[in-house]
């Protein structure tokens, strides 16, 4: 529509994209959900060859802070939920080869696995502060010695 001036007036806008996130007119986040869902499978597909079964870290570092953007002002409802857990579940497939036929028994064997991982990421994280402990323990042994000769 024209205005008095010659220019147009700009449309009211249904969806918007700002600081990174879709903002909808109605609010709700299934746009924003299904949309973070396909940038995630880009980031994954772009990098999934240099990913292996034994890097699910590197999974969470780079594919899921790319899909869980923004994820604070969502509002999920349980269909938007199974999305997320498909999607999860798609990615853990791809990486540990696993054919999709394979439904029931690739949801306990994926999980399984990342909790197994999980496991060993707490243990060596365990182990480097038990080390570190022992490191200052034996500092503070000799600096007590020290200053015993010394006095």
Same mark, same amino acid.
């Given at each position: 529509?024209?205005?008095?001036?010659?220019?147009?007036?700009?449309?009211?806008?249904?969806?918007?994209?700002? #600081?990174?996130? #879709? @903002?909808?007119?109605?609010?709700?986040?299934?746009?924003?959900? #299904?949309?973070? @869902?396909?940038?995630?499978?880009?980031?994954?597909?772009?990098?999934?060859?240099?990913?292996?079964?034994?890097?699910?870290?590197? #999974? +969470?570092?780079?594919?899921?802070?790319?899909?869980?953007?923004?994820?604070?002002?969502?509002? @999920?409802? +349980?269909?938007?939920? +199974?999305?997320?857990?498909?999607?999860?579940?798609?990615?853990?497939?791809?990486?540990?080869?696993?054919?999709?036929? +394979?439904?029931?028994?690739?949801?306990?064997? $994926?999980?399984?696995?990342?909790?197994?991982?999980?496991?060993?990421?707490?243990?060596?994280?365990?182990?480097?502060?038990? $080390?570190?402990?022992?490191? $200052?323990?034996?500092?503070?042994?000799?600096?007590?010695?020290?200053?015993?000769?010394?006095?």
């Amino acid at each position: 529509m024209l205005n008095k001036g010659g220019w147009k007036e700009p449309k009211a806008s249904r969806q918007l994209i700002y #600081l990174g996130s #879709l @903002i909808t007119s109605n609010g709700k986040s299934e746009k924003e959900i #299904l949309r973070r @869902i396909g940038i995630a499978k880009t980031a994954f597909t772009s990098m999934a060859n240099t990913l292996t079964s034994e890097e699910i870290r590197s #999974l +969470k570092c780079s594919v899921w802070s790319t899909l869980l953007f923004g994820c604070e002002t969502w509002t @999920i409802s +349980k269909a938007m939920e +199974k999305r997320l857990v498909a999607t999860e579940m798609w990615f853990l497939r791809w990486m540990l080869r696993i054919s999709w036929m +394979k439904k029931a028994q690739v949801k306990k064997d $994926a999980l399984d696995r990342r909790r197994q991982d999980e496991r060993r990421e707490r243990e060596a994280q365990h182990a480097a502060r038990e $080390a570190a402990w022992a490191q $200052a323990a034996q500092a503070a042994q000799a600096a007590q010695a020290a200053q015993a000769r010394n006095n």
